[in-house]
C-alpha cells in the first residue's frame, strides 16, 4: 500500500494498481477565499492522473471542492456513504458532475474492490450533532491490514467495540477543529481568546492521544490541518483554535507520561510512503520534520493575506430589502425549530443595516422582532458585512461555512456552545 499526501484532506491511496483518491480540495482557496491550503499542495488536480475510486466524506468545500472535481478523472467511481438526503450526490448532480457511477455504501458494510481489498464508511460521532448529520469516514482493508481515514472525525469511543476486531496500519486523525470560535467572538478579550484556544488546542492534541491509546496503529498521521486563514482576516490566525506550528500535536505526545504505541509517519504535500517498508518515526523526529512555523509565517503574509473574498466584488442594489429576506428566511427556520421541537431560553439577534436588530427567539413560539434591542443574557448577536449577509439569508452561501472563515462576528452571552442552536442557525435562508 502506498499512501501519498496531495494536500490538507487529500489523500492518494494505491494497492495492487487500484488508486483512490480522498476529499478532493487541492490548490484553491475554498470558503469564499477563506482558507487556503499551507503546506501547498505540489501538484494540480489535472496531474493525479488515472483515479478509480474518489471518496468523499462529507459536503463541506475542504472536503469536496468543486474546480477541484471537475479535473479529477472522469472514469472514477464515487464512494459515498448511503445516507438520506445525500448532500454529496446532490450537488455532484446539481454540477452535472459525471463519473462512471456514485456508489454509496451502507454504513459499516465494506465494499470489494479488488482482491482482498475494501473500502468501508463508518460513522461520525454520534455526540457530535453536526458531523454526524452530514460526515463519515472511512476503512481502508486490504491484506489484513486497515487504514483508518478520519478527515475531521476522530473514532468515538462508543465505535472501539466495533473497530477492535481490525489490525490497524494506519490512522490519519485530526489534531485540531475548525471553528471560528475564539477568534470571531467579540464578548471575549484578546487574552481570553489565546486562553480559549490553547485550551482548545490541547483538548484536541488530549483526543488525538486517546485516539492512539484506542486504536494502537502501527503508524499514524494528520489530516485536516493542512490550511490557513486567507484574506484581510489571516492575522486572526493566531487566535484561531489551531496551532500556528504543524510540530505541536507531536510536542503534546511526546510530553506524555504514558508511551505511544504507534509511531508518527513523516509525510508532506507530495510525499509518497510505501507502507510495506516503512517502519515509521521518532517523536523527536516529528517535532523537527513538521517544524514549520517560520514558512507559515511568511506563507500567511506573503500569499494568504493577498487573497480576495467573494462578496468583495459584489455591488449590494439600493433595492434590497432587508426586513423581507429576514421574514421569508424566518419562515424556514420556525418550520426546523418546529419540526424538532426546539425549546432553549436563547435568541438570535441579527444586525443588519440601518442599524436595525432582527431578533427570534427559540423558544415556542418562536416569536420575531424585526427592531429590536439586544438583550443582555442568553443571546447569540450576529454581525457581518451587508453583503454577506445578503448571501447568508438567500442561501448562496452556508451559515456553517461562514462561521469558520471569519466572515461573521458574534457576541455570545454566556459564553456556552449548543450545537442545536448553530445547527437551526443554518436553517435561517429563504
Not at 409 to 421: A, E, F, K, S, V
Amino acid at each position: 500500500m502506498k499512501v501519498t499526501l496531495i494536500a490538507d484532506s487529500c489523500f492518494l491511496f494505491e494497492h495492487d494498481g487500484i488508486r483512490i483518491l480522498t476529499d478532493p480540495w487541492i490548490g484553491k482557496t475554498v470558503a469564499g477565499g477563506s482558507w487556503i491550503q499551507f503546506p501547498p499542495p505540489t501538484i494540480s488536480a489535472s496531474e493525479i492522473g488515472r483515479l478509480d475510486y474518489i471518496f468523499i466524506s462529507h459536503i463541506h468545500e475542504d472536503h469536496c471542492q468543486l474546480s477541484t472535481i471537475k479535473e479529477l478523472d472522469r472514469n472514477a467511481s464515487i464512494v459515498l456513504l448511503d445516507r438520506h438526503p445525500n448532500f454529496v450526490a446532490n450537488f455532484l448532480n446539481y454540477h452535472q458532475l459525471e463519473f462512471k457511477s456514485i456508489i454509496t455504501v451502507k454504513l459499516r458494510e465494506k465494499y470489494c474492490i479488488g482482491s482482498n481489498f475494501y473500502l468501508e464508511p463508518v460513522e461520525a460521532d454520534p455526540n457530535h450533532s453536526l458531523n454526524n448529520l452530514i460526515d463519515s469516514s472511512l476503512l481502508l482493508h486490504y491484506s489484513d491490514k486497515t487504514i483508518y481515514f478520519g478527515n475531521d472525525n476522530p473514532p468515538y469511543p462508543g465505535i472501539d467495540e466495533y473497530l477492535c476486531r481490525y489490525n490497524f496500519e494506519l490512522a490519519i486523525l485530526p489534531p485540531v477543529g475548525g471553528s471560528g470560535y475564539p477568534a470571531f467572538y467579540s464578548n471575549l478579550s484578546k487574552d481570553e481568546k489565546l486562553v480559549a484556544s490553547n485550551t482548545i488546542i490541547s483538548m484536541y492534541h488530549a483526543e488525538l492521544a486517546d485516539c492512539l491509546n484506542r486504536l494502537r496503529p502501527k503508524l499514524f498521521a494528520c489530516a485536516a490541518n493542512g490550511h490557513v486563514l486567507s484574506g484581510k482576516n489571516a492575522w486572526m490566525n493566531q487566535l484561531m483554535s489551531w496551532p500556528s506550528n504543524a510540530n505541536s500535536p507531536f510536542l503534546y505526545l511526546s510530553k506524555l507520561d504514558t508511551k505511544l504505541y504507534s509511531k508518527p509517519m513523516l509525510i508532506n504535500p507530495g510525499i509518497t510512503i510505501n507502507l510495506d517498508d516503512y517502519s515509521g518515526a521518532t517523536l523527536t523526529e516529528a517535532i523537527t520534520f513538521y517544524d514549520n512555523k517560520s514558512a507559515r509565517d511568511q506563507f500567511i503574509s506573503e500569499i494568504a493575506s493577498k487573497e480576495p473574498y467573494f462578496y468583495e466584488s459584489f455591488q449590494l442594489q439600493p433595492s434590497v430589502s432587508f426586513e423581507k429576506l429576514l421574514t421569508l428566511s424566518y419562515e424556514r427556520l420556525c418550520k426546523h425549530l418546529k419540526a424538532n421541537q426546539i425549546n432553549l431560553p436563547w435568541s438570535f439577534n441579527i444586525a443588519y443595516p440601518q442599524d436595525k436588530v432582527c431578533s427570534i427567539s427559540l423558544q415556542p413560539p418562536y416569536p420575531i422582532s424585526l427592531d429590536s434591542v439586544i438583550s443582555n443574557d442568553n443571546r447569540l448577536v450576529i454581525s457581518c458585512d451587508p453583503r454577506v449577509l445578503y448571501f447568508l439569508l438567500t442561501g448562496g452561501f452556508s451559515w456553517n461555512i461562514a462561521d469558520a472563515t471569519g466572515f461573521i462576528t458574534y457576541n455570545r452571552l454566556p459564553d456556552q456552545y449548543i450545537y442545536d442552536m448553530y445547527i437551526a442557525l443554518n436553517h435561517l435562508r429563504i
